[in-house]
């Protein structure tokens, strides 16, 4: 029997992997970006999201039960297949990097300055490993058991900050320049169509997959407004476009009382939470690629092989934060399309030729 | 079977990696707690000094049961260089310990430095990783140095009582304000607003800094410092001073709601009313292409403090409200004229008119030349324990 | 002739054979009855074992006091505690089944004239009375505890279920020991997959020795590599009866009075069987005092570590004080200070249960004054540390499963070392391991962490909160023994 995960838990997986890492790298960039306005950027870049998610669907629909990286082996053939998968492969592993960077640099940024960050990266690669060694179910699972423990706290702590807020901060509403807004590709690449990852799992999911990944889509980009929403009521775009991490900022300017101040590091826990979520799905895009085009018979040396490369990409992806909001800004949505919607196209294409190919054969 | 042990293995030295971790292991006696900061400037030589004061764990209840009443409860370090960043380094000439700035709780900046340029200070204490700046900041009217040196009554960590203070000014009165934190600072100077921030003045010229002698004494105004005046800041730069009076009608217009008792003169008579802000409104017309700019208090009085008189009827107390509303108007609206004049933005007509109406393109003249009204609605809710003084039969 | 000669020497030789079989033990007992000067009855039974009463009264005394019939046995097949071996069987079987027939207290009793073996139980084990578990004691409810013997269990339990559907398998597992073992299980109840799947983990038991339940425990558990018990085990009658009524399989074996129970959740552990003879809101209430405790127990020294020595600023401004004094002078860094308290305090808990009642006086101030005050005085370490040490300590033992806590205390030093070389970072670690640990852990088929994960709605009205009796489901099984028996 193959291992399943349900439809509420592949939903929760979704949200969180889509809030993964945006809710820290993001939130000051598209402050920038739109001013007052930005909580209205996640809806709009959502809907973008959900029309993709209906493209990948569309293409999965051609092959029930197949997965991602099994599509362009049976659409393509074997040796070709096999170098998409590849790819597939590659990419999911330099997205992994990036999640396990964007680690890194926070935690370096803000509580342990001084610690390496190789030995972040082998920490969490080595959880990681051991989840995805424990099977899909372990993933559904371990999702759904956290969950509670980062929404409950997630939306307390910014309910505590409440003290702080302005509406003045949020006026005057849909004033900026909404073609600007609109211009900011790079947010349509990370997160939303990074969700490819998840892809892997759509075979997995009972009662299929389309359902609870397009909600979950549509709740991540609504907790990603209401929390932009209140970001901007709480610091002003002023502050929030100028910080690092403006939720951790947010969070660490919370004083009630003498007994509630600094309680920050609960907002870092449930961001290295989500991060982590984010980090496993991608873990476990590689090593299922891995292990559905090759089929070894033992999987543990690939994880280690996978988590000493992981490490590695995660070290030099890039050399500094300043490099990867360029290449971030520039080039994501061009990068992402290749494998998001280029490649699914093709396909796609491939299999309508085929099977009209056949029907003329068979007719 | 032997691949298990390799892997296993493997792993294990893996973790021994792990065991040489705890490069960010400091233990709490390592620490230097900062408790304030002073950022001074001298405008000639170009030179910043800071002054941190740190908390003295032993002075306090100690572990071995030893009473560290002799100890000062705080130390003040005071270092100078050409930047705040090289501070960093080269504190650790005179500290011994890490500086840990987390439980900072106030942040003084003296008078000449804040008349130069706050940006450098304001970065300074946004930039560090586990500072947190929403500290209060205030501004020192005086030598810097002397308030640093100061040890307070009562509260034995100086910071303590700033702290306190400016808590119970903010509920009990209007002369302090509730955006005196740095992030208000960083923001409001962002949005080039006008602001102020309170000032602090040491009361004698050489304070005591031995504790022994200090916790003996019995005047607690000798060697202490009191919080008294505004200081006014534009563009991150002290560009004057209110004093206490003008920093009433400051904080009623920004809609601070302190609870301050005032006297007024009502009808001849001495009246001392408290009054409390419920709700302010800010509305914005154009007439014939100027701004003007309604604003609406409503207050709460109480007669709980008002020793000369006590209004009896209903009659009387409608002569008190609108008498009252008459004066309040009068003065905020004399206040607004006088920062005018100077050219402070200090009610942020400009923000509120930038709000109203995004497009229009000179928003500064347009604020400039806003006409203000001001109105104001008083009403008596509560009296005092006693309804009438005791004034003998005269 | 010659195998009826054979078979006369065989039965003068037989008493030798088996004396020679155990050893010459000393408790081996031969009576023979001579009837007109003939040996008719040789009666073989190992005197510690035998109720001698029954053999005097109700075996030798038909023998003496009856006159037989030529032909009439004195003893019938029928009366079930008795097994017959002719001489004309193969007599090295025969004797290998009088040795162990022996070994179980039976008595072998050779009629000579018939020419046969007979084995009668007259079994009298050396047994404790049934007195309260001390492990397990509470206020309200039955005071009776298992024992050593097996019968009296099976028969503490039968008292409290009387339901035909109640099944005793019963298996000999070890190959010196052969102890009894005795699966039991409600078949009506019991999904038969578990049921099943217990037997067949129990039979493919391969050991020389079982002498407590947790020889067995060890070997049908689901994973070795798990600090958590994925079975549990109990000394309490009621306990077992509320199991077995939830449709769990218990295992029994003999010797020891405590039992397994099969398949065991996360949340189970939280529950005790007081929680059902007391009001609902206070079973609840408890219940979280219980689920408290554990995170307390795992969590509190190491976010102590963490907080002290990674992230100061979490401490409240005033306690940082009062804290950073109290350090001031001491040697060590706080991991080492925890580390050595536990340690310190693992090794006084061990003492305690090893140690003569009458020196635990001594022994308690030793270890508080000598060990928390005077240490503190001498500034080896600092009061903080004893006030931490002491609270894990106590709240350890609020698990109402001893080898739950045991399993805490495990996870309590990895997590202090976690936190003392990456702070909250290592402890989120450590955490999430654990989680994804849980989760992927199964108890016979059973994933460990329901109904939690995989959810299961109804389950929730017995975990987090007791709801009072008639709001639960009246024929309650939990959920997931309902959709293993749905499966089938």
Known sequence: MKPMISRFQFYLLTINYILGTTLFVL?????????????????????????????????????????????????WGRSLGTLVSVLYFLYFCILAGWVLR???????????????????????????????????????????????????????????????????????????????????????????????????????????????????????????????????????????????FPVYTTVQEISIGEVIVNIHSIISVILLILIFIKLLVLVYGASETLRQVFRPKTRWPHFLGLTILLSATALSIYENPIQNEEWDEKYTFIYDSFFVLLIPFLLLVTTWVKRTFEKRKGG | MTNRYAAGLFILMMFTALLTACWDRTEMNELALVSMVGVDSDPESDKITVYYQIINPLSGTSAKGTSGGEQAPVYTYEISGSSFGEIKSTIYKMLPRKLFMAHCKVLLVSQRAAKQDMRDIVNFIEMQPNGRSSVPMLIVDGPLSQVMRTLTPLERVPSDTIDSRVDLLIRNSLLVGKQIKVSDVIERMEKSDTIVLPLITGMTEAPSSNSGERSADIDANQNNFIIRGGAVFRDYRMAGKLNDTQLVWYHLLNGDRGRHV???????????????????????????????????????????????FVPKSRNEVERLENRLNQIIADESLAFYQMIRERGWDLLSINDLLRKQTPNHPDIDQAAKNAQIEIRANTRLLRTGSMSQPYGGTG | MARKKQNQSIKNDFFGDIQSALGLPPDLVCRSLFVQGEQTVQCVYLE??????????????????????????????????????????????????????????????TDFSRERVCLIN??????????????????????????????????????????????????????????????????????????????????????????????????????????????????????????????KVAVMVDGTPNVLLAPMTFFEFFSSPEDYYQRADIATFIRWIRLISFFTAVFVPSLYVAATTFHQELIPPQLLISLSAQREGVPFPAIFEVLLMEVVFEIIREAGLRMPRAVGQALSIVGAIVLGQAAVEAGLISAAIVIVVAITGITNFVVPVYSFGMSQRLLRFSFVLLAGFMGLFGILCGALFLVAHLVSLKSFGVPYFTPASPSIGTDWKDVLVRLPRPWLDPNGLPGYIRNMKRKR
């Open chain 1, 27 to 75: 939130i000051g960039r598209l402050v920038v970006q739109a001013g007052q306005d930005a909580w209205l950027m996640p809806l709009w870049a959502g809907s973008f999201g959900i029309l993709v998610g209906l493209f990948w669907i569309f293409l999965f629909r051609y092959y029930p039960g197949k997965s991602l990286v099994q599509i362009p082996l049976e659409a």
């Open chain 1, 102 to 244: 964007n680690l890194s640099d926070f935690l370096n940024g803000t509580i342990m300055p001084e610690t390496p960050k190789t030995v972040f990266h082998v920490m969490f690669l080595l959880v990681a490993f051991y989840t995805v060694a424990q099977g899909t179910e372990a993933i559904g699972r371990l999702n759904q058991i956290i969950t509670p423990f980062l929404f409950f706290p997630f939306w307390f702590v910014l309910l505590l900050a409440m003290v702080n807020w302005d509406w003045g901060r949020l006026q005057p509403a849909f004033h900026s320049d909404l073609g600007a807004i609109l211009q900011y590709h790079s947010f349509l690449g990370f997160p939303y169509m990074e969700t490819i990852a998840l892809t892997i799992l759509f075979p997995l999911v009972k009662q299929g997959a389309t359902r609870p990944f397009l909600l979950g889509l549509m709740t991540a980009s609504l907790s990603l407004s209401m929390t932009l929403f209140m970001i901007i009521g709480l610091l002003g775009v002023e502050r929030a476009s100028q910080l690092t």
């Open chain 2, 262 to 308: 005032r006297q007024f003169q009502v009808e001849g008579k001495q009246v001392s009313v408290e009054l409390r802000l419920v709700r302010i409104k800010r509305e914005v017309f154009w007439k014939s292409d100027q701004p003007v700019v309604r604003i609406r208090l409503d207050l709460e009085l109480s007669t709980a403090y008002t020793i000369e």
């Open chain 3, 48 to 109: 510690s074992m035998v109720n001698k009463k029954t053999i005097d009264e109700y075996i030798l005394k038909s023998f003496t006091e009856n006159t037989f019939s030529e032909g009439e046995a004195p003893l019938s097949a029928e009366s079930g505690f008795l097994r017959e071996f002719s001489f004309s069987d193969p007599y090295e079987q025969l004797r290998e089944h009088a040795v162990k027939a022996l070994l179980a207290g039976h008595c072998a009793l």
């Open chain 3, 122 to 247: 007259v079994t009298e084990s050396k047994q404790r009375s049934i007195e309260e578990p001390k492990s397990e004691s509470t206020i309200r409810g039955p005071h009776e505890g298992f024992t050593e013997s097996i019968l009296t269990n099976v028969g503490l339990v039968r008292k409290r279920i009387r339901n035909p559907f109640l099944r005793f398998d019963k298996m000999n597992i070890g190959n010196q020991t052969g102890t009894t073992l005795l699966m039991v299980y409600m078949e009506n109840l019991a999904p038969e997959s578990l049921v099943r799947e217990v037997r067949g983990r129990l039979s493919a038991i391969r050991t020389d020795s079982v002498l407590e339940s947790a020889y067995v425990e060890e070997f049908i558990q689901d994973r070795i590599w798990s600090p958590f018990p994925t079975l549990t085990n109990t000394e309490r009658p009621d306990m077992v009866a509320a199991q077995l009524l939830d449709g």
